[in-house]
């Protein structure tokens, strides 16, 4: 009821109802004149009100303009030195670094798809070089000064690795193994030269590995390259990336190691590639990580398949399971006509601890190349990796530094072959 009651204020700043008769002469004059006065102040001062307000809110804005972007920059920055990935986000679509969350460590070059796509001849069937879960590896030709696609006499040439899986694992392996390769820096793993991510397309750009896989040599029956000490220098350049790994000041478990994965140059130097599935080792206070099982079959740790616990020693097995594909030349898993499977460990395992039958697992391509005592030694190397118990199994280092030993009897074995040889040639030359 107060409200209905309540009488209506004038304010002289409204314009007021014209009366019902319109003054004349002198009285018109003056209200005339008293109007445009009212006017003309009225739009004085809205007009300085309004000027006022627009200075306050360009100053506040240019403010809040400065602020966010010390903010932005103060916050990349601790990122960047919590988790070790320096940014670089004018190369990431705003759109999707608010999804990725982070960008690549160190100068990693950010490719446009449109130049990928050419350097691979519109990722043609004819580039392409290997397959994979994560998708198709392509062979391209790219000018890095320029960053454009090239023909093959002016530019380098990269493998090019495309995400053919979609889905939220597709995408996490992506930007895990992009997270991971972005800080890594040893010659034993492979080099990653940029990365793409735009639109719906994922892609790693790569070093190129002229050699191809180890797997590949291995697998193929007519392949005499890998003759025995290309072998065991594969086997020590191999471990030591692993080492590297499990070294770091966060160890890292590759959780994929399979020859497949162990990539060769033109001088048969190994360099360990795929860190799709890598994920940090358990911390100090931690014996082991629980995780979803992931990798390939035949390289599995008893322990890692049975139930999910991922420590360091699980790479271990893994890589024992590599060495053991080096001495004998068979693959991981057999598949039989008839559909049964062979696991190389369980079939190998009672040959390697009889050095009576350790010639029926030895690679018949380098069985006159390797003694006796350096395939017992291999042997015995192997069969350590491959213990149940992962407590009884070696560190990668101590894997490493009996590897290097090996490698250096052999060497000095072949040294002391070479100059019996010689010396035998000689005196038969003298004798004749």
Same mark, same amino acid.
């Given at each position: 009821m107060g409200n209905c009651l309540r009488k209506k204020t004038q304010d002289l700043n409204y314009p007021q109802p014209e009366p019902a008769h319109p003054p004349t002469g002198v009285d018109a004059i003056h209200i005339s004149r008293a109007k445009k006065i009212s006017t003309s102040s009225v739009q004085q001062r809205t007009s300085s009100a309004k000027s006022s307000k627009d200075e306050q809110c360009g100053a506040a804005l240019q403010e809040r303009s400065r602020h966010? +972007?010390? #903010?932005? %920059? @103060?916050?990349? %920055?601790?990122? $960047?030195? @919590?988790q070790g990935f320096p940014a670089n986000p004018r190369d990431w679509p705003?759109?999707?670094?608010? @999804? *990725?969350?982070? *960008?690549?460590?160190? $100068? !990693? $070059?950010?490719?446009? #798809?449109s130049v990928l796509r050419a350097a691979t001849q519109k990722f043609s069937d004819e580039n392409l070089i290997g397959e994979g879960g994560f998708g198709g590896v392509y062979l391209g030709y !790219?000018?890095? +000064? +320029?960053?454009?696609?090239?023909?093959?006499?002016t530019s380098r040439a990269v493998a090019i690795k495309k995400l053919g899986r979609r889905g939220v694992q597709g995408d996490e392996q992506w930007k895990n193994e992009l997270r991971f390769l972005s800080t890594f820096n040893h010659p034993n793993v492979v080099t990653l030269v940029g990365y793409c991510y735009e639109r719906d397309n994922r892609l790693l750009v790569y070093e190129y590995m002229c050699k191809g896989s180890l797997d590949a040599h291995l697998s193929s029956e007519n392949d005499t390259e890998l003759n025995c000490s290309r072998r065991? @220098?594969?086997a020590v350049g191999a471990a030591r990336a692993v080492d590297y790994l499990?070294?770091?000041?966060?160890?890292?478990?590759?959780?994929?190691l399979k020859a497949s994965n162990i990539l060769l140059d033109a001088d048969f130097n190994p360099k360990l590639s795929d860190f799709g599935l890598a994920r940090f080792g358990p911390l100090d206070d931690q014996s082991y990580v629980s995780t979803r099982i992931l990798g390939t079959r035949g390289y599995f740790a008893p322990e890692y398949f049975k139930t999910g616990h991922l420590t360091v020693k699980t790479d271990v097995y893994s890589f024992g399971v590599v060495l053991l594909e080096i001495l004998s030349g068979c693959v991981a898993v057999k598949k039989y006509a008839d559909g049964t499977t062979r696991d190389l460990p369980v079939w190998a395992k009672p040959h390697l601890s009889n050095q009576m039958e350790l010639h029926n697992i030895i690679d018949m391509r380098i069985a006159r190349d390797i003694e006796m005592d350096e395939a017992h030694k291999f042997a015995t190397i192997i069969q350590q990796c491959l213990s149940s118990d992962p407590k009884d199994r070696p560190t990668m280092s101590e894997v490493l530094a009996d590897l290097e030993q090996l490698q250096q009897n052999m060497l &000095?074995?072949?040294?002391n072959s070479i100059g &019996?040889?010689?010396y035998h040639r000689s005196r038969r030359a003298l004798i004749t």
């Open positions: 966010v +972007s010390s #903010y932005s %920059r @103060k916050e990349v %920055r601790r990122k $960047n030195r @919590k705003v759109s999707k670094v608010k @999804k *990725v969350g982070w *960008v690549p460590a160190r $100068n !990693i $070059n950010g490719f446009r #798809y !790219i000018n890095l +000064s +320029s960053m454009d696609a090239a023909n093959p006499n065991i @220098k594969i499990h070294t770091r000041p966060k160890p890292v478990i590759h959780r994929d &000095l074995s072949n040294l &019996l040889s010689k």
